[in-house]
Structures are given as C-alpha cells and as structure tokens.
Antibody, heavy 126, light 107 residues
Framework: EVQLLESGGGLVQPGGSLRLSCAASGFTFSSYAMSWVRQAPGKGLEWVSAISGSGGSTYYADSVKGRFTISRDNSKNTLYLQMNSLRAEDTAVYYC???????????????????WGQGTLVTVSS | DIQMTQSPSSLSASVGDRVTITCQASQDISNYLNWYQQKPGKAPKLLIYDASNLETGVPSRFSGSGSGTDFTFTISSLQPEDIATYYCQQYDNLPPLFGPGTKVDIK
C-alpha cells in the first residue's frame, strides 16, 4: 500500500524558513517523480514543485522559484521541500504527491498525481 | 503559462441527475488533461487521466472527453458520495496548472 507521510509544517514568521519532509513507502520511490502541491485555506490547488525520480531535474512554480528548494533522498525514500523567505501568501496545506505511472510512460516529470499525503499545514504569520 | 477555466464554479443537482463540468485551456493541450475529485478536508483523488481514461478503481459513472482546448467531465448519475469539488489540470506544459474548481452539491 502506497503511503506518503508529511511532516515539518507549523507556524513561522514572515521571512522565516521551514523544511517539509515526506516519508514514502509501498512503491519503488526512485522510479517516480514526486511533486509538492499546496492549497491555501478555502482556495484551489496550486502546483508548487516537482523532482524527477533520480533527483537530477527539478521544476518550480514562478511563485516559489528562488525561495523553495525541492530535493529527495532515495536511500531514505524521503522527499523534502526547503522553504525560505516565507510570505503570508505561502500559508497553505502542503501535499506530498507521487506522480502517476503516466509520467513514466510519457517520459515527463508531471503527468498527474495518483497518490497524495494527508497534507501538512504551513502558517506564515507574525 | 497555459490558463485553465472551468464552468460552472458550482452546481446543485439531484441524486440520479447527469452532471457535466467543462474545462477550457488557453491553448491546445492535446489530451494532456486530468480530472480530480476533492472531498472536504481530504486530499484530492485522480479520477480521469489523458482526458478520457478512467483511473483504476474509479466508478464508471465518471467519464471525461475532449481534446485540444475544450474538455468535459460527466457524472452520469449523481450519488450522495459525489459531493466534492472537481478540478481539471493540464500537464502539456509546466507549470501544470489546475482549473479553479467546480463545487458539486446535492439539491
């Protein structure tokens, strides 16, 4: 059974930093691209970042480029999101997401999420 | 960036009704489109990929169609457990933007 367990969320002041982790199990972690998707309170879904299975390629939304860094440790089956220079507008539930088999078939990093974590809340406020 | 629009933004229908949601891309995305269902307080769930392919385990009352810029998502017979917000997502280009969502309620 695929499981994605996020941790690291919490309350942080504007300008602060936070690192999210996502422990994955139930699938061959290194074979799949992974993404982070966020959802601000009462709002829709926003793709944040993705990383290839090997970790060699990373992708970011313009809203977080230069402030967030996605990474993975395939030996630990863990995905990370380092968030720096946090702003109030980064307040959201952050979901760890496994890219589907379709991403492997099509040879692209992002093709749709077939498994999601439960989400971790990040609140940026003074 | 490719922009996605959805309509309606919300709808209310009776159990057993046929429900249709449309999604439009700002440029041709071929069939690179997903549909997700998100129930309150839960993570989204992938229902349809490549515009018309049903994800494993998803009930057959859900279906999708379209290509290019115009797409349709249909629930053939609305059930109480289908109360949720539905999102389309393009993945032809990065960023893989989601549509704004359609909230479906029971009348």
């Amino acid at each position: 059974e695929v499981q994605l367990l996020e941790s690291g969320g919490g309350l942080v002041q504007p300008g602060g930093s936070l690192r999210l982790s996502c422990a994955a199990s139930g699938f061959t972690f290194s074979s799949y691209a992974m993404s982070w998707v966020r959802q601000a309170p009462g709002k829709g879904l926003e793709w944040v970042s993705a990383i290839s299975g090997s970790g060699g390629s990373t992708y970011y939304a313009d809203s977080v480029k230069g402030r967030f860094t996605i990474s993975r440790d395939n030996s630990k089956n863990t995905l990370y999101l380092q968030m720096n220079s946090l702003r109030a507008e980064d307040t959201a539930v952050y979901y760890c997401a496994k890219e589907s088999e379709n991403s492997v078939i099509r040879g692209i990093a992002v093709a749709g999420v077939d498994y999601w974590g439960q989400g971790t809340l990040v609140t940026v406020s003074s | 960036d490719i922009q996605m629009t959805q309509s309606p933004s919300s709808l209310s229908a009776s159990v057993g009704d046929r429900v249709t949601i449309t999604c439009q891309a700002s440029q041709d995305i071929s069939n690179y489109l997903n549909w997700y269902q998100q129930k309150p307080g839960k993570a989204p769930k992938l229902l349809i990929y490549d515009a018309s392919n049903l994800e494993t385990g998803v009930p057959s009352r859900f279906s999708g169609s379209g290509s290019g810029t115009d797409f349709t998502f249909t629930i053939s017979s609305l059930q109480p457990e289908d109360i949720a917000t539905y999102y389309c997502q393009q993945y032809d280009n990065l960023p893989p933007l989601f549509g704004p969502g359609t909230k479906v309620d029971i009348k």
